[in-house]
Structure formats: structure tokens, C-alpha cells
């Protein structure tokens, strides 16, 4: 694949990186959450998330504007739950003329929230949160810039 931007929409353990994993191997993939995972376990801060996004979005720009000429697949693999932040990521994507798929995971709540039952105590949420993050999700279109979306609805 050559210049295809893939980002991941959807809740807390709506199974986007698990989805990632097993069908887009060989992609680079940026992501946020992976980056506040240390020996010591997963370690959540609201300054290490911002610095997280900060390295996603210094990596995501050196290769929309590699001087060799960008190519690939690249998947962003974070919530993106509503257009405002879909569009920081699809907008210099496009720019760089890279076609841009949406995959919006339409997980169940009740999925959702047994899934993150199962997860190790460092990953495991508050339910409210995940409650939360799906009652804000708003699903992608293409009037946002998407090329193409798929919804995902596994068990
Ligand atoms: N299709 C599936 N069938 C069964 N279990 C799954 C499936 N997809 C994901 N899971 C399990 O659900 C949990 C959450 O999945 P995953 O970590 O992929 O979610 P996520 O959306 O990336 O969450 P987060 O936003 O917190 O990173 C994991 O324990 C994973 O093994
Ligand atoms: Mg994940």
C-alpha cells in the first residue's frame, strides 16, 4: 500500500489495537497509549499523554514530508472520537495527498466494558469513562475528508 493514512475510531477497548495488529501488519502504526507503557507497567498521566501526542504528531510529520517522498501505510491508533481531532490527523495527510480510511469500531458498550473487565488492573478503567467515551463518538463520514470508512461490529 503507498501513502494510506488508516485512523482508528472508537472507545476504550473497542478492540482498535487488537484490529490493528491483525490486519494491517507491517504498518507503521502511531500511537499514543503504546507510548505510556513502561517496564514498570502502564503509566497514565495527563502531561505524559500530551507529551505522547507530541512524538505521534513529530513522527506523523517526518513521514508525510520524508525527502525520499512519503510512502506506506500508517495508522493512527488512538480514540479520534470526534471531527475536531479527525481533522488534525486527516488534514496534513491530505495535504501530502495521502488517501485517508476510516475504521470506526461500533463495539458494543457492553463489550466495551466486559473486555476492560478482563484487562491487566494497570488498563483497566472506571466503566463511566468508557460510557463516556462512546456517548461523545461521533462516527466518521466522508463530508469530514475520509476516502473510505468501515465499521467494524465484532462480538
Ligand atoms: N475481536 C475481539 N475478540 C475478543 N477480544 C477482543 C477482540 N478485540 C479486542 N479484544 C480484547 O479486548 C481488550 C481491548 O482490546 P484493545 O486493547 O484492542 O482495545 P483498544 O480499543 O485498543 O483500547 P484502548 O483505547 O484502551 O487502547 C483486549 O484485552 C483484547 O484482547
Ligand atoms: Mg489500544
Redesign the pocket.
Known sequence: MNKVLVV?V?????????????NAPGARVL?P?ALLQTPEGYRWSEPRVKEAWARCHVAFRAILHAPEGATGLVVW???NLDRARRTELLAPAQRAGWTVIGIA?L?PLE??LA??E??PPD?R?TPSIIIDAQRRMTLPTTAEGFNLIQRIR??
Open positions: 482508528m472508537g472507545p476504550q477497548a473497542s478492540g482498535k489495537s487488537t484490529w490493528v495488529a491483525n500511537s497509549d491508533d488512538a480514540m469500531m463495539t463489550v466495551c473486555r476492560n478482563a484487562r488498563r478503567l465484532l462480538p
